[in-house]
């Protein structure tokens, strides 16, 4: 979520800068069969599609020529996860105003923003012991 100058109330004339977290995962890689891949792509199409079996977006449904063309345009990969590392930037850095002024604007937006909005208010105690 990009954050316009405005929003800050100790210095206009700080860069815009983006609110984000993210998480990374490390470790060995394992790429899967076809077969694999083809079970994979069953769970998940009938998952995305709430279990209705019905559906002409489920794998099952797909016609063969179409499965056949498009698994071999997809990598199927398996991690052992040896590792975890993880970044919340929320503009912490920032004062107690310029911060709930930020969540203000992020309130106005649709998506994401009103999501990093509600991790911001959830976390503004434990960064400003207020």
């Keep these: ?3 316009k100058r405005n929003w800050y109330t100790t210095n206009p004339h700080m860069g815009s800068t983006w609110n ?3 998480v990374h995962a490390r470790g060995p890689v394992r790429f899967t069969s076809e077969q694999e891949l083809v079970e994979i792509m069953k769970r998940l199409s009938l998952h995305f599609e709430n279990g209705n079996k019905e559906s002409v977006t489920v794998y099952d449904n797909l016609p063969d020529e179409y499965t056949e063309k498009m698994i071999k345009a997809i990598v199927g990969i398996e991690i052992e996860v040896t ?3 993880n970044v919340c930037k ?3 850095n920032r004062d107690v105003v310029s911060f709930e002024n930020i969540i203000r604007e992020l309130k106005k937006q649709e998506g994401d923003a009103l999501k990093i909005a509600e991790i911001m208010e ?3 105690s434990s960064i400003f012991q207020v």
Aim: glycine share 0%; net charge positive; charged share 35%.
């Design 1 to 3: 979520m990009l954050r």
């Design 20 to 22: 984000y977290m993210s």
């Design 83 to 85: 590792e975890l590392d």
């Design 90 to 92: 929320i503009s912490q």
């Design 122 to 124: 959830a976390r503004k």
